[in-house]
């Protein structure tokens, strides 16, 4: 499902009329808040469950969160964080292709996870939080390896077949460009239509 998602994305910024970045990113939102409020959390709510007899109580989660600030920081810490990932993954998708959107995208286990190993040595050091080193811990070491491995491929076949990847697709006023008013208003796609951008007064 998720690259079926990857591949949308790309084909709907890449078509012949392209929908703008950020355009997309909110369509996406407004779908997602559909179906959650209108299929989702009523499925969930009549489903039986251990939730005051729900599989989950819409009214008892709006209990909780008015009652905890704790929980309120939280929600608005994450909402603006998911954002951001979602920013950025489109401006993967926009400046290189689905292909490196789910590459890169793969690299957020890894990341966690030393992220863990750093809490439980370093930060808190009494073994409440994060996670320990184990005997296991090779394995996931040696996929880490294997999925660079794999991305140092990708990028150095790219480089060699004369495929812009990372170099002139990635600079400043590309990235500029995303979020500029002149992005949300082409029907060039990608980076195309840089020229007549940066000739319009872009940077």
Known sequence: MQALQFVFEEKVMTMEIPAPPLLMIGMEGVWGTFLCVAVLYPLAYYLPGDD??????????LALIKS???IQISFIVYFFVIFGYNVFAALVTFLLNSVWHAILDNFRPITVWVTDLFIFYVIVQTGDLGEPWTKWSFVQLTGM???FYGTAGKLLGSISLGVCT???CCSLESVSY???SQCA???TPRILDLSNWKANGGP
């Open 52 to 61: 005051h007899g729900s599989y989950e109580n819409f009214e008892n989660t």
């Open 178 to 180: 995303f979020f500029s």
């Open 68 to 70: 905890s600030p704790a």
């Open 166 to 168: 990372l170099g002139c």
């Open 145 to 147: 390896f294997v999925l």
């Open 185 to 187: 208003q082409s029907t």
